[in-house]
């Protein structure tokens, strides 16, 4: 008979093998994801603070030297341009300002805002290549498949990479576009395409049509790599990513690149989809009776969101319904009908 203590040192054991780099690699995406979310906000408060003294600063794309200007610079004190790096200092337009003139005190609560804040700029460059090299490490062929970002996107959708092995190609190249699918189940719409992989290079420029010829390669390449990773450790990445440019080059030859009009009219296809949809939803959800157009506001568009939510969740229940299942039972497992086994 097993005596409680072997139970513990069994459990400690267990516990103390189920570190995986995986794990890491999952929490600093999601870390890197959570920062870049808060960071928009945080910056944009920044900005529109500082416009009110120095409203003359030009946007860059480079937010750490605009927050550099912010942090460091005093209009009234033209000296504190010696304290701004090259880049910084051609930022400041060469003209008066016409903004407030605010006491030093009120300036420099703002200054230490915009100090702090770079510093999570940089735990957040930190965080991303730790996730691009821990990625190349576990996953080298995935890796020059389709680039680091996608491949962290994929493994953190799949839950980890040995499950991302064994997804089927169709299952993984519509990853992503979940919600897409079950609408397509329920309400008969037109089945997604592809998901994330639509970020890959190779998407882009391919003409609509041509576009789920491309994912299904891609996929099938995709799955190839993830199984090499985790079974074989061979470097096939090359050969793969030559025989997929090979076809995917073949597939524009036939059809051609897609033209500035065709990609107008896609986008004018989706918006024109777009307020279709919110139109027959404020039709069905009986909204204000003065028309207001196609335009939705904040709470029509909460309103179509849980409306849609509750139908994914019947479909849901209708296909554990059709399975035999019925609820939850101890332990949270499905029960059949008859209440014999869990599934």
């Known amino acids: 008979m097993v005596t409680r203590e072997e139970l513990l040192k069994q459990v400690k054991s267990g516990l103390r093998g189920a570190y995986s780099t995986e794990d890491f690699l999952i929490h600093a995406s999601s870390a890197v994801d959570t920062i870049d979310a808060v960071l928009n906000e945080m910056f944009e408060s920044v900005r529109n603070w500082y416009q009110i003294y120095f409203p003359e600063l030009p946007d860059t794309e480079d937010r750490k030297v605009y927050l550099e200007v912010v942090e460091k610079y005093v209009k009234e004190q033209p000296e504190t ?21 605010i006491p030093i005190e009120d300036l420099r609560a703002l200054q230490e805002y915009a100090r702090r804040l770079r510093g999570m700029y940089e735990v957040r460059d930190y965080l991303n290549d730790y996730v691009e090299k821990t990625v190349q490490k576990i996953a080298p062929n ?22 991302l092995a064994v ?3 169709s299952s993984i190249q519509v990853m992503g576009a979940e919600k897409a699918l079950f609408m397509h189940l329920l309400k008969h719409t037109k089945p997604p395409k592809h998901g994330i992989i639509f970020l890959h290079p190779a998407m882009r420029g391919i003409k609509k049509a041509d576009r789920g010829k491309v994912a299904r ?26 025989d997929l440019d090979k076809k995917i080059a073949e597939i ?55 409306r849609e939510r509750r139908s994914v969740e019947r479909f849901e229940k ?6 035999g299942e019925r609820g939850f039972g101890r332990g949270g497992k499905f029960r059949s009908k008859k209440g014999r086994g869990r599934f």
């Open 81 to 101: 341009e010696r304290l701004l790096s090259e880049k910084a200092a051609k930022l400041l337009p060469r003209k008066e300002s016409m903004g407030s003139r």
């Open 142 to 163: 995935l890796s020059y498949l389709v680039g680091s970002t996608l491949a962290t996107k994929l493994i953190v959708g799949a839950k980890g990479l040995k499950r």
């Open 167 to 169: 997804l089927p190609a």
């Open 217 to 242: 390669l891609l996929a099938a390449k995709i799955s190839i790599a993830a199984k090499a990773d985790t079974y074989t450790h061979n470097f096939i990445a090359p050969k793969l990513k030559e």
């Open 252 to 306: 524009i030859r036939k059809s051609g690149m897609a033209t500035k009009e065709d990609i107008e009219k896609e986008q004018r296809e989706k918006e024109e989809r777009f307020r279709r949809g919110f139109a027959e939803a404020g039709r069905r959800g009986g909204m204000a009776s003065q028309p207001r157009g196609n335009r939705p506001t904040g709470a029509e568009h909460s309103r179509f969101e849980r």
């Open 318 to 323: 209708v296909i554990r319904e059709e399975r």
